[in-house]
């Protein structure tokens, strides 16, 4: 019996966001059996695009879709119609603007299978009033990191501006990923100035941009930093297409630190991706004790000291705290290439699985 084929629908955005690139990739690792497809509203050509697949994918919420509102909609019921599955991937859930959860909603009713990218968005989702009328064919899937690895680094003007900073002795804190309030970068600044005031010459980098459209993020991001008197020790790259520039620049950071408001969560594939640079990470625990039951790479890190919980409430000091100990200390290396490959392949199993399960 041959396996499934699979349609993942993608923008024709340029900068991608990471449940985007998780999309064209997850079409990538599937090989001869997935394709991408633009969602673009023109049915026809969908139609006959998925006459080749036996099921579609929507991966939600991708940043080039946010103004769509009955596109999803339509592609799931194209592809319901035509009697094919429909795979709905949720990367949030309560994290969502309700008026993005309201237009998934009979997206999701069509769906015949839901994935989740970490068990608190299936734990949010069971709790949602919709979870008694949605498919019970569900499963939680790791997401691996949402860069591929480049085989050469290259440094660019900010990669040398971060080597000259670190030869005169700064200390640069970094992270990686698009800059938005529930990833509270913000706390980042106020770790900066915290280690400032305790002696440290500290720098900061943001390899990433601001997400457009949420909140006032960019300007309170920078009102935060001219008031602790850091706005010229912090540099925001906006965003980097080539992964030979990010890890060049990544190479150049001595710890990352994140501080998520829900806590470290096995979704956040950009500190996956961080951890490749082969520098410690600093960030707040999980919630739930499982939460990398089903992640490999994350429970891997963890134990060789990649990644540095600290508590999931921790307050500045707790982290600069941390901070400070990671940058004198090192960690035992992994092969990334085998462990990227592993979480595929674990995807790709659960997919097809999802397929036999009906």
């Known amino acids: 019996m041959s396996k499934r084929r699979y349609l993942a629908l993608v923008s024709d955005a340029v900068q991608t966001c990471g449940v985007e690139e998780f999309a064209r990739q997850t079409a990538s690792r599937l090989g001869n059996r997935g394709r991408t497809h633009r969602l673009d509203g023109k049915i026809r050509t969908f139609m006959s695009a998925l ?8 991966n939600f919420p991708v940043v080039a879709w946010k103004r769509k509102l009955a596109e999803p909609f339509s592609v799931a019921l194209t592809t319901r119609l035509r009697r094919k599955d429909l795979v709905v991937v949720l990367h949030e859930w309560d994290a969502l603007d309700w008026k993005r959860r309201l237009v998934l909603v009979p997206v999701l009713l069509l769906a015949t299978h839901i994935l989740f990218s ?13 979870s008694a009328h949605a498919t019970r064919q569900r499963a939680v899937i790791p997401i691996p990191p949402n860069l591929i690895l480049p085989t050469s680094l290259r440094s660019g003007s900010v ?28 706390a980042v600044l106020e770790v900066a100035s915290h280690l400032l005031a305790l002696g ?15 909140d006032h993020v960019e300007r309170d991001f920078y009102a935060l930093a001219d008031r602790l008197g850091i706005a010229d020790r912090v540099t925001v790259t906006g965003y980097v297409e080539d992964a030979e520039d990010i890890y060049g620049i990544l190479n150049h950071v001595d710890v990352f630190c994140y501080l998520f408001s829900e806590g470290l969560t096995a979704r956040r594939a950009s500190v996956l991706a961080a951890s490749f640079s082969g520098k410690p990470i600093v960030v707040n625990a999980p919630r739930q004790r499982s939460a990398f039951a089903h992640h490999s790479l994350f429970r891997k890190l963890i134990d060789l000291g990649a990644v540095r919980l600290v508590p999931t409430e921790a307050g500045v000091g707790t982290v600069a705290e941390a901070v400070s100990k990671a940058a004198r200390g090192g960690f035992a290396s992994l092969d990334a290439t085998a462990e990227i490959g592993a979480l595929w392949g674990s995807v790709i199993d659960t997919l097809d699985a999802d397929a036999t399960a009906r």
């Open 51 to 58: 006459d080749d697949a036996d099921a579609a994918i929507l």
């Open 118 to 130: 970490a068990p608190e968005v299936a734990d949010e989702f069971s709790k949602s009033p919709l």
């Open 159 to 186: 990669a040398q501006a971060l080597e000259n900073q670190r030869k005169a002795g700064r200390l640069i804190l970094g992270q990686f990923g698009s800059i938005y309030p529930r990833k509270q970068s913000i």
């Open 200 to 214: 440290h010459d500290v720098g900061v980098v943001f390899v990433g941009s601001f997400i457009r459209g949420l």
